[in-house]
């Protein structure tokens, strides 16, 4: 893939005229990292300055790779990312241990001042090239009788020619060279693979746990808007037709039929949106916590549930919806699947993890692989980078437990 992208920048450059904005960006993008080079030429031009050269090289390692990073980012539009923040920079022998600073340091000591050179060679050629190519514009100023004006016309012709050919070949060179101080700028100056995919890990840690608090958001705005706009108005429609149908008593009965139909309708569709309310976000485990929220789910289901909590530690709001409605839906498969009499609820916080055990004496057998209920549960529990398992042998009991961040 390097190689593919070096053919590729070298095409266009060869495309480019001496005189293309992008020569002349690739020229001064080497250029400006001559000086940065300088104290290390120095050093080797003076053997005694070698020593202290390489120690002031190790202490200025941040410095330098900052002012690298600034010149890549303004003059070449390249983003080298720098290390993670809290690394210990502060002193020597910390940062000797990092790969990260050891890499920079080969950077500084070795590419920067190799490519400073490359960069020296490629501003000589510019100028020997237009020197070269400008040959009969200036030999002409000499006076008359000199041997340029006359004796060596055809060498100042062959001299022109080979101006005009290195000014058309230096775009070329000029992008190697800054193709070659790109790339190791990229390797040596910012994270290597395993750290970029480490950083990016996180990132999208970062951007999940974003996410799911932005949908858990978006669920309790639905929540309030509908608890606040349509199931008023439901609740206020069915009052009137309440009202309608105790106090008129000489309309027709089939008037009143309709009347009485309209009034169980609305009573109906208030429960229905009561419980999808519910389903939403539940305002208990807003206003109590997640310990009431709990209690209300065990006293609604369906059969015996003993519940045991002890929360110890802080629990997010979005971790506590998930704990919420992973109970919800555990104790709805075992009323439907398990033919279970009774089921234990034990939810624990404990180094930071909030463990919920729901167990019931049921037939087991229950398979995440052949049904959706299981496989529902695991998903939610992974989209706040918590982990469920489930015990379930035939004849019973089936176990099943949920471990969740306490905070994301």
């Known amino acids: ?98 790969g990260l600073t050891w890499r920079q340091t080969v950077y500084h000591l070795l590419a920067g001042p190799l490519l400073a050179a490359g960069a020296l060679v ?6 020997a090239g237009l ?17 340029l004006r006359s004796e060596l016309a055809g060498l100042n012709a062959a001299i022109t020619v080979a101006g005009v050919l290195l000014l058309a070949l230096m775009p070329w060179l000029a992008a190697l060279t800054a193709w070659l101080e790109v790339r190791a700028a990229t390797l040596l100056l910012g994270p290597n693979r395993a750290e970029a995919l480490e950083r990016r890990v ?41 009202l309608a149908r105790r106090t008129l008593k000489d309309v027709p009965p089939e008037v ?3 009347i009485v139909e309209a009034h169980e309708e609305a009573q109906e569709a208030i429960d229905e949106l009561r419980d999808l309310v519910r389903g939403l976000h539940p305002a208990v485990l807003e206003d109590r916590g997640l310990d009431a929220a709990l209690s209300g789910i065990a006293a609604r289901a369906p059969l015996p549930v003993r519940l045991d909590v002890d929360l110890t530690e802080t629990v997010a ?18 009323a439907k ?40 549960l695991r998903k939610r529990a992974a989209s706040v980078d918590g982990t469920l398992s489930v015990l379930s042998p035939l004849g019973g009991p089936t176990t099943i437990t949920v471990e969740l961040p306490c905070v994301l």
């Open 131 to 147: 020197v070269m190519a400008s040959v009969y514009g200036w030999v002409w100023l000499m006076p008359f009788g000199s041997p």
């Open 256 to 258: 009143m039929q309709v």
């Open 317 to 334: 709001p979005t971790v506590e919806a998930v704990a919420y409605f992973t109970v919800s839906e555990a104790l709805t498969n075992v």
């Open 202 to 242: 996180e990132e999208i840690a970062e951007s999940r746990a974003g996410l799911v608090d932005a949908v858990d958001a978006e669920r309790r705005r639905i929540e309030r808007d509908l608890h606040d706009g349509a199931q008023q108005r439901l609740t206020s429609l069915a009052m009137n037709l309440g």
């Open 122 to 127: 490629v501003l000589y050629a510019w100028g």
């Open 1 to 98: 893939m390097p190689s593919t992208t070096l053919r590729r920048a070298l095409v266009r450059s060869l495309r480019r005229p001496p005189w293309s904005p992008e020569a002349w960006r690739d020229t001064r993008f080497i250029a400006a990292g001559i000086p940065m080079a300088l104290p290390v030429w120095l050093a080797v031009i003076e053997s005694k300055l070698l020593f202290p050269g390489i120690v002031l090289v190790l202490c200025c390692t941040r410095p330098l790779t900052a002012a690298q990073r600034g010149r890549l980012r303004a003059l070449h539009g390249v983003e080298v990312r720098p290390p993670r923040p809290g690394e210990p920079w502060a002193w020597l022998p910390g940062r000797l241990l990092l």
């Open 337 to 376: 699947h398990a033919r279970a009499k009774r089921v234990d609820l034990s939810v624990r916080t404990a180094g930071g993890r909030l463990r919920l055990v729901i167990s019931d004496d049921g037939v087991g057998g229950a398979d995440p692989s052949r049904g959706t209920g299981l496989t529902g």
